[in-house]
Structure formats: structure tokens, C-alpha cells
């Protein structure tokens, strides 16, 4: 029979730990605090059901990560598309505007090109008359172009060529017809005879001895005695070449 006071055995002399309760509300700055409203509790005898733990609260979606990926489609979309528009662009622009095939020509030569051949001189002048002085660093480049029609073919294709001067460094500078001497009719144009465009042109004085004489072709042809009309439906028949042919006269 166990004495009053004395605890069975296996039992804890020890007191139980105390069990905090919910932090008090942190004071505003005024000195009064808002109470933070605190989960209400089950009840001994709710059933098992409603004595659960509380459902956990749901997480957002991450949608940062998504976003970044969706803004990056777009702008790789974008791009693709503005290199492909630019592309078709290129490819219409090259298709009417090939480029450039250039033909060189040694100094002092000449080449045939469209049963035309053709030759330049470049002068270097101080002055022309009815032109005023031009500055220190300025110089006149008096330009005489050549051409010789070879055959009837070449007669044909007289219209009056496209010409510049430029630089290696890229830079060119135009070139203004001064005069010429081409019959006004096709019929007194003669095969094998020369005939010449005087041109003039301004450069800088530094490059004035480098600068070379770069020369387009007419490719249209004239027919003589031919009709307005009848222009229209040969040229409708016809396909001219294409003007991209350049004869590059060295120095």
C-alpha cells in the first residue's frame, strides 16, 4: 500500500515545461498595437474529420520566370521577322537593282562592252572659263569619254552613259556634261567614227591624280525612223539588259 506523498514508480517528479502563447502585437508608432486575429481552435469533441489540421495556404505560381520566357519568344519572333521582311526586301530591290559588275580598264585603254567601245582622259585644270576660282584645296578634272560604235547594234545603243569619279577610299564625286559632239540623228551616226562627251568635275587638290573615271552604258537602244508607238511595242517586247555593267578607266 503505497504511503501518502509518495509518487508509483516510473513517475517524473519534474514539472511540465511551460507551453508559450502567441507573440503580443508589436506597439505602433502611436503606442497602439493591432491585434493579430489567432486561428480559431477545434474542438475537443468536433469529429475526426473536422479536427484536421487547417489546409496549407497556396503558393502563387512562379510567373517571373514564365514572363522573362514569353518576352524572350516575342522579341526572337520579332527579330526573325524583321530579318526575313529585310531579306525579301533585299532579294525585290537586288532583283530590279543588281549589283554592279565592274569591268577594269588599264590606263589608256579602251573596252568594247554592247558593241560600243570605250575610252576616257582625265585633265587636270586650274581654271574653266565662265567659272568662278574654286578654293585652295579644290581642283577642276576636265573629263573627255570616248565611244565607238562598232556595228549597227552598237549605232543603236547611243544613249548617253552614266559617269562619276570616285576614290578607292569609297568617296565619289559627280561628274556634269559640258558638251558632245553625237550626231542628232541616228542615220548620220557612223560606224568606227569616235565620237566624245567633255565633262567636268570638282575634287579634293590631295586626290585629284588618284581619283578614276567610272562609266555606266546606256542599254537602251534607238531605232531610227521609229514611231513613238512603235518604241512602245518593241521595248514592250524586248528586255533591255540590265544597266549593272561599270567600266572602271585606271590611272
Do not use: C
Not at 568635275?201 to 514611231?227: D, I
Request: glycine share 8%.
Amino acid at each position: 500500500m503505497e504511503e501518502p506523498g509518495e509518487e508509483p514508480p516510473g513517475a517524473s517528479t519534474q514539472p511540465f515545461p511551460s507551453v508559450p502563447g502567441p507573440p503580443l502585437p508589436r506597439p505602433s508608432a502611436t503606442g497602439a498595437g493591432t491585434p493579430t486575429a489567432a486561428p480559431a481552435a477545434v474542438p475537443a469533441d468536433a469529429p475526426p474529420g473536422e479536427r484536421s489540421a487547417p489546409a496549407a495556404e497556396e503558393t502563387p505560381p512562379k510567373r517571373g520566370r514564365r514572363t522573362a520566357l514569353r518576352i524572350g519568344g516575342a522579341i526572337v519572333a520579332v527579330g526573325l521577322g524583321i530579318a526575313v521582311s529585310t531579306w525579301n526586301g533585299y532579294s525585290v530591290y537586288r532583283t530590279g537593282n543588281p549589283a554592279d559588275r565592274i569591268h577594269t580598264v588599264a590606263a589608256g585603254g579602251a573596252m568594247t562592252l554592247m558593241h560600243v567601245s570605250w575610252k576616257t582622259s582625265v585633265e587636270q585644270v586650274d581654271s574653266l572659263p565662265g567659272q568662278k576660282p574654286l578654293q585652295a584645296d579644290r581642283q577642276w578634272l576636265k573629263i573627255k569619254v570616248t565611244r565607238t560604235s562598232l556595228d549597227a547594234e552598237g549605232v543603236s545603243r547611243r544613249g548617253d552613259p552614266e559617269v562619276e569619279v570616285r576614290h578607292s577610299d569609297g568617296r565619289a564625286w559627280k561628274v556634269l556634261p559640258e558638251s558632245d559632239d553625237l550626231p542628232d540623228e541616228v542615220k548620220d551616226h557612223r560606224v568606227g567614227t569616235a565620237y566624245s562627251y567633255t565633262m567636268v568635275s570638282v575634287v579634293p587638290r590631295n586626290v585629284a591624280g588618284q581619283v578614276e573615271v567610272h562609266v555606266r552604258p546606256a542599254t537602251y537602244r534607238v531605232v531610227e525612223n521609229e514611231s513613238v508607238t512603235d518604241t512602245f511595242k518593241r521595248t514592250a517586247k524586248e528586255k533591255d539588259p540590265a544597266q549593272d555593267q561599270v567600266l572602271r578607266f585606271r590611272r
